[in-house]
């Protein structure tokens, strides 16, 4: 059985930076495309970015130019560096596999920008 685990949040102030991981029991990145997704107070999950295994990223509107999806295959783990954050960027973090065929969500970590 797979297991992710999401780590790296924390709280940080309007402005400012964090890089979160996602590292998985099982070595899946390699052949997976990965996302991650994130769930603020009282709405639905939502995709933030992709990595394919060739390398090919992709960015909802909200976090492009300050968000950089990337993955150490050797680690089983996927990062997300979060630049220039914001207040509406605060929720719980997730990564998955970005197919119809999720793997059990992991505990997610909390990442919450103050103003």
């Known amino acids: 059985q797979v297991q992710l685990v999401e780590s790296g949040g924390g709280l940080v102030q309007a402005g400012g930076s964090l890089r979160l991981s996602c590292t998985a029991s099982?070595?899946?990145?390699?052949?997976?495309?990965m996302g991650w997704y994130r769930q603020a107070p009282g709405k639905q999950r939502d995709l933030v970015a992709t990595?394919?295994?060739?390398?090919?990223?992709s960015y909802a509107d909200s976090v492009k130019g300050r968000f950089t999806i990337s993955r150490d295959d050797a680690k089983n783990t996927v990062y997300l560096q979060m630049n220039s954050l914001k207040s509406e960027d605060t929720a719980i973090y997730y990564c998955?596999?970005?197919?119809?065929?999720?793997?059990?969500w992991g505990q997610g970590t909390q990442v919450t920008v103050s103003s």
């Open positions: 990595l394919s295994s060739g390398g090919s990223t």
């Open positions: 099982g070595s899946i990145f390699s052949r997976d495309v």
């Open positions: 998955n596999s970005f197919g119809p065929l999720k793997w059990p």
